[in-house]
T-cell receptor, first 110, second 116 residues
Framework: RKEVEQDPGPFNVPEGATVAFNCTYS??????FFWYRQDCRKEPKLLMS???SGNEDGRFTAQLNRASQYISLLIRDSKLSDSATYLC???????????FGSGTRLQVQP | DTGVSQDPRHKITKRGQNVTFRCDPI?????LYWYRQTLGQGPEFLTY????????KSRLLSDRFSAERPKGSFSTLEIQRTEQGDSAMYLC??????????????FGEGSRLTVL
């Protein structure tokens, strides 16, 4: 079983739509959680951290459910510029390295 | 440009040849990571340095792979006796000490390897 699993998509949504991605992780001792964004043929960049209490950054909301070991990302009022691959990222206990999921591709259409 | 820089950006080689990639991290960052990414997959961790010390290596890193960061600044990743399965984008990332809490790695644009 992969350490971090995501639905690869693609998710095709119209502009203005709300879309949600989920991700599950296998190591219950994982400490830190993040969402990264990767544009086509570009390097990954941090989108936001995910906190146990949930957190919001503009149109983006991230939530963590430790009991079920899943992480979610909600994007409201989708823009064309949101089209990208969204990578779920986890850091395990005692590790420095981040473990990336395979990504969920989002295509926002006009 | 003060971002992470990688060289070469593209490398085409024949099976069995050795290749070396270089990464220059952001100057004040003491942590440096190598990842590998293939099409449709997320980055896979290869190895991690804190200053010049290699502190973590993935099981993915076979004995054909070696990485160094001799003076705690730039790093090299060498692949010996390349195989077609080594074809991938090799990504380098760096981070400051505070990354432990922020989770922010700064990636370079990558070195794409094609093994014929």
């Amino acid at each position: 079983r992969k350490e971090v699993e995501q639905d690869p998509g693609p998710f095709n949504v119209p502009e203005g739509a709300t879309v949600a991605f989920n991700c599950t992780y296998s190591n219950s001792a994982s400490q830190s959680f993040f969402w990264y964004r990767q544009d086509c043929r570009k390097e990954p960049k941090l989108l936001m951290s995910v906190y146990s209490s949930g957190n919001e950054d503009g149109r983006f909301t991230a939530q963590l459910n430790r009991a079920s070991q899943y992480i979610s990302l909600l994007i409201r009022d989708s823009k064309l510029s949101d089209s990208a691959t969204y990578l779920c990222v986890v850091r395990g206990t005692g590790r420095r390295a981040l473990t990336f999921g395979s990504g969920t591709r989002l295509q926002v259409q006009p | 440009d003060t971002g992470v820089s990688q060289d070469p950006r593209h490398k085409i080689t024949k099976r069995g040849q050795n290749v070396t990639f270089r990464c220059d991290p952001i100057s004040e960052h003491n942590r440096l990571y190598w990842y590998r990414q293939t099409l449709g997959q997320g980055p896979e961790f290869l190895t991690y340095f804190q200053n010049e010390a290699q502190l973590e290596k993935s099981r993915l890193l076979s004995d054909r792979f070696s990485a160094e960061r001799p003076k705690g600044s730039f790093s090299t990743l060498e692949i010996q006796r390349t195989e077609q399965g080594d074809s991938a984008m090799y990504l380098c990332a760096s981070s400051p000490y505070s990354e432990v809490s922020t989770g922010e790695l700064f990636f370079g644009e990558g070195s794409r390897l094609t093994v014929l």
